[in-house]
Nanobody, 124 residues
Framework: QVQLVESGGGLVQAGGSLRLSCAAS????????MGWFRQAPGKEREFVAS?????????YYADSVKGRFTISRDNAKNTVYLQMNSLKPEDTAVYYC????????????????WGQGTQVTVSS
């Protein structure tokens, strides 16, 4: 079992920045690729970014956030981050981190463990 707890969400103006954190506990964090997903009201949960097992590992992004968001991980701290810059109102959503035993994945179906989510609201 892996327990995931997100933090860092909040209200920010368009153009601003936030950094989300996801702290993991339980089984070996470095054995899991990590992902961030988001779900806006009335919409399906969608992929945002993922990073493979190692710190500094391969990173993958949704086209909608490429160049603005950066995913990273610190295996010594059992934490994955999502740095979000140049935020837009359409980035408003609940953001979830998740863990998968695959090398990486952009599909939410392949993630085994999920956090409870953190709200990000971007005002125009």
């Amino acid at each position: 079992q892996v327990q995931l707890v997100e933090s860092g969400g909040g209200l920010v103006q368009a153009g601003g920045s936030l950094r989300l954190s996801c702290a993991a506990s339980g089984r070996t964090f470095s054995s899991y690729a990590m992902g961030w997903f988001r779900q806006a009201p009335g919409k399906e949960r969608e992929f945002v970014a993922s990073i493979s097992w190692t710190s500094g590992g391969s990173q993958y992004y949704a086209d909608s956030v490429k160049g603005r968001f950066t995913i990273s991980r610190d295996n010594a701290k059992n934490t994955v981050y999502l740095q979000m810059n140049s935020l837009k109102p359409e980035d408003t959503a609940v953001y979830y981190c998740a863990a998968t035993s695959n090398f990486y994945s952009t599909s939410l179906r392949e993630y085994d463990y999920w956090g409870q989510g953190t709200q990000v609201t971007v005002s125009s």
